[in-house]
């Protein structure tokens, strides 16, 4: 991680202290979000003298190796090497969790949209099943502005909002799942107390994303990457928010220490802006200066999002002191240095 993500996520009002002599699992260690977890907490382990102790869980021990090199070496580190959809099996304290895991890209909902589903319900199961065992203090799940469903009203979508989904469609195996899991956080605590809070994400990205998984600004940035120009196969018309990964982690750990047991809408409301707006400044933003922004009128072959998407009302976060600090422009050009 960048110090400069690092300053960002530290520039947070968050008791460090919190984490002191606590053990505390990462699942989904090796993804965007999960990495970032995890080097922040090694990073307040080291500054602030927290002796608590990080586990990753991971599938695969060579990516890794390859994410977190001399970090694995650090004795306050250790992984789990297996499946989310297999039993947590850890032999010692849990006080808390971040659940991160589970496929996330349009292109896995297109391809292995029953893997999909059961990566999300099993996983949360299991984490849910670990944490009732082990008396964890709280856990902390990743969920999705999605399981809102279809927003038709004109103002920004409030955390007691829902709108409708059409669950007769393969691509609902992402949202869907999303919205039973956040039944089960609701269930686990009303029948185990086991306590939960999380977040609503919304088009979050940074260095570490992956640029062929079937979102728009990834392909975007692929195209300027390349010198190619960027296709637009609509008018450009629907508004997106983008937050920058290490805004989003300063959020996450802002709400694991106050947020109530709910799960908060977190997206940069100031970096609302359109695709075609969104197209133009990542076309500006190409190396070599030769990508231009085409409309074509033939259906794109990608999974976009079949409805519109709600603009999510993010006041409640605020109210415990998150801002985001990067705004769309410096967010783009960082993630696609990241890639040169």
């Known amino acids: 991680m960048e110090k400069r993500d690092l300053d960002i996520i530290l520039n947070s009002p968050v008791n460090w202290r919190m984490y002191q002599d606590k053990t505390i699992l990462v699942t989904g260690a090796t993804g965007r979000l999960g990495r970032y977890i995890v080097e922040t907490l090694v990073d307040v382990d080291l500054r ?19 994410v ?6 650090f004795p306050n580190v250790s992984f789990l090497y297996q499946d989310v959809n297999t ?14 895991a589970g496929p996330a890209a349009p292109r896995d909902f297109k391809e292995n949209a029953v893997e999909t589903l059961w990566a999300h319900v099993n996983g949360t199961h299991n984490v849910l ?26 103002r920004n979508i409030t955390e007691e909002d829902m709108g409708p989904l059409r669950n007769l469609n393969a691509r609902a195996c992402y949202p869907e799942a999303k919205r039973l899991c956040e039944t089960m956080l609701a269930s686990y605590k009303e029948e185990y107390n086991v306590d939960f809070c999380g977040v609503h994400f ?7 994303i992956v640029l062929d998984d079937g979102r728009a600004f990834a392909e975007f940035l692929q195209n300027a990457l ?4 960027i296709v637009l196969h609509s008018d450009g018309s629907a508004m997106r928010t983008y937050t920058y990964v290490a805004d989003a982690m300063n959020a996450v750990f802002l709400i694991m220490e106050r947020g109530e047991s709910i799960l908060y809408n977190v997206g940069a409301e100031e970096n609302l802006i359109s695709i075609r707006d969104l197209a133009h400044l990542i076309a500006n933003l190409s190396p070599s200066e030769k990508t231009q ?7 794109s072959k990608m999974p976009y999002l079949p409805f519109k998407l709600a603009i999510m009302d993010t006041s409640k976060v605020r109210d415990l002191g998150w801002r985001p600090q990067v705004d769309n ?11 040169l």
């Open 68 to 73: 977190f090199g001399n970090l694995l070496e």
């Open 226 to 229: 390349r010198g190619e120009d």
């Open 329 to 339: 422009e410096h967010m783009f050009k960082w993630t696609l240095e990241s890639f």
């Open 293 to 299: 922004v085409k409309f074509s009128e033939e259906a």
């Open 129 to 154: 099943e670990c944490a009732k065992t082990h008396h964890t203090e709280r856990v902390f799940y990743i969920s999705t502005v999605e399981t809102y469903g279809e927003w038709k009203e004109e």
């Open 87 to 100: 039993p947590i099996d850890f032999d010692s304290d849990i006080h808390f969790i971040f659940h991160t």
């Open 202 to 208: 919304s088009h979050t990205l940074g260095p570490g």
């Open 48 to 66: 602030y003298n927290l002796n608590l102790r990080v586990v990753g869980l991971a599938r695969s021990k060579e990516k890794s190796q390859m």
